[in-house]
């Protein structure tokens, strides 16, 4: 183990928190400092009327770092009975798996469809090498299968922006069953005798979900770990206004102290130390905000988890909590996902409900009236990964890296990785700062 080190972490996410625990049980002495007046970052809950409604992650697998790290969570958690329901809307009465099932394609598609789709594929034996986030679909599937299934609908209901305009990192980080697609690894698996993996509408394994009364009690147990050990100190309501790296030390300014760190984890986004070095806010990559409507009523498709690939309509995920706990009330709750863009209009909840009630009505997905009850704006939810941001983020990151500053999680490194990711990144670089250079 090497010496004892004084460790800033900055970000109250399970990014953070995760990098703090890892740091402690390494010998470190841990501060960590959270912007806001809460633990968690971009998993929460809402509570109206004595029920939950989710923001980010709430489905983890048994391999989940979250689990490993904190094993003291995971007797809060909820086993499910059975796999989670997962759909696509496509068009009104028109729903398949997600992401894909090759059998439901060829059974619901028309056969002028499944002729385009055909060529496609036919197109992939010799793909070009792509050139942008279009040309990476094609690749696999071909042009056809991207537009008929409403994949291109998704994604640029994502972004706000035309498909060719999105960075090849989102392709990486959040679309890889795309690569399961391709002509010769259905081939293959045809061969093989193997079944119609592609299909994920119920995943082949029971989920742990967070706790029905929302995650309050998972990040309380985390904060009542790291307060255990006196070699922690939290601070909530606390930014940095400035860093300066000397040869062996940073010297921290923030709105309540100076002090001096042997390193610092960013676990936060870049712009909450950049903006302190750099007077040029452009410098810093952007995020997209999340709009959460808390709704009720009552779906016409039994599912657990429903994606909007429809022409129609801003929200692209609709996640209905009252069939995943099993419950039995006569209207269920649901937490419908928007993502915001950068003007007043795109980040207005009133509009995001509108919207979305006109796009429910044209797809005919609910039986009757559904209820709005109440609204949530997140800021900095998902990273801009566009290609004109591609050069400000390697930009960014070198700076980080410069000033001797390890980045952790999705907000770090300003990457569209899930919750797994982003703690196992947190993992690695606590578990970094511990290593004897050689």
């Known amino acids: 183990m090497s010496d004892n080190k004084k460790i800033l972490v900055i970000g109250g996410g399970i990014a953070g928190l995760s990098a703090a625990r890892t740091a402690l049980q390494h010998g470190h002495t841990v501060t960590l400092i959270e912007a806001t007046d809460r633990l968690g970052g971009l998993l929460r809950s809402i509570e109206i009327d004595d029920r939950a409604y989710d923001i980010g992650t709430f489905i983890f697998t048994g391999e989940h770092p979250m689990l490993t790290i904190w094993p003291e969570v995971e007797p809060l958690l909820f086993r499910m009975q059975r796999p989670v329901r997962r759909s696509r809307v496509i068009n009104k009465g028109h729903y398949d798996s997600f992401p894909f099932s090759i059998k439901n394609l060829v059974k619901r598609s028309s056969v002028i469809d499944l002729a385009k789709i055909s060529f496609g594929y036919i197109g992939t034996l010799s793909p070009k090498q792509p050139t942008d986030f279009p040309t990476w679909v094609a690749s696999k599937t071909g042009k056809s299968f991207y537009k008929i299934t409403g994949l291109k609908n998704y994604v640029e209901r994502f972004f706000g922006l035309p498909d060719h305009q999105v960075s090849m990192q989102f392709a990486r980080d959040r679309l890889g069953f795309v690569n399961n697609l391709d002509l010769k690894t259905l081939a293959k698996r045809k061969l093989k005798g193997t079944r119609d993996t592609s299909s994920m509408s119920y995943i082949q394994a029971f989920k742990i979900l967070k706790p029905e009364d929302g995650f309050k009690h998972v990040f309380g147990t985390m904060r009542s770990v ?21 040869p062996d030390a940073f010297d921290v300014k923030t709105n309540k102290r100076s002090e001096r760190f042997d390193q610092v984890i960013l676990a936060a986004p870049a712009a909450s130390i950049l903006n302190g070095q750099y007077k040029d806010d452009s410098e810093t990559a952007k995020s997209f905000g999340l709009i959460s409507l808390f709704v009720k009523g009552n779906l016409k498709r039994k599912t657990d988890v429903l994606l909007n690939y429809s022409p129609y309509g801003r929200w692209k995920r609709l996640v209905n909590f009252t069939s995943l706990y099993e419950g039995q009330d006569d ?23 509108a919207d979305f009630l006109s796009s429910i009505a044209k797809l005919s997905i609910f039986e009757g009236d559904v209820t709005l009850m109440g609204t949530q704006f997140t800021p900095n939810a998902y990273p801009k990964l566009t290609l004109d941001q591609e050069t400000l983020i390697e930009l ?28 196992a990144t947190a993992v690695q670089s606590a578990q970094a700062l511990s290593k004897i250079p050689e």
Not at 402 to 417: K, M, T, V, W
């Open 396 to 423: 960014q990151k070198k700076k980080i890296k410069d000033l001797g500053i390890s980045i952790a999680g999705r907000q770090g490194q300003h990457r569209h990785i899930g919750s797994g990711k982003s703690v």
């Open 226 to 246: 790291l307060e255990a050990s006196p070699n922690f100190d939290l601070s909530l309501n606390e930014c940095v206004e400035h860093l300066t790296q000397s």
């Open 331 to 353: 209207a269920h709750h649901f937490t419908v996902e928007i993502v915001a863009g950068e003007t007043p209009e795109t980040q207005d909840p009133e509009i995001a409900y």
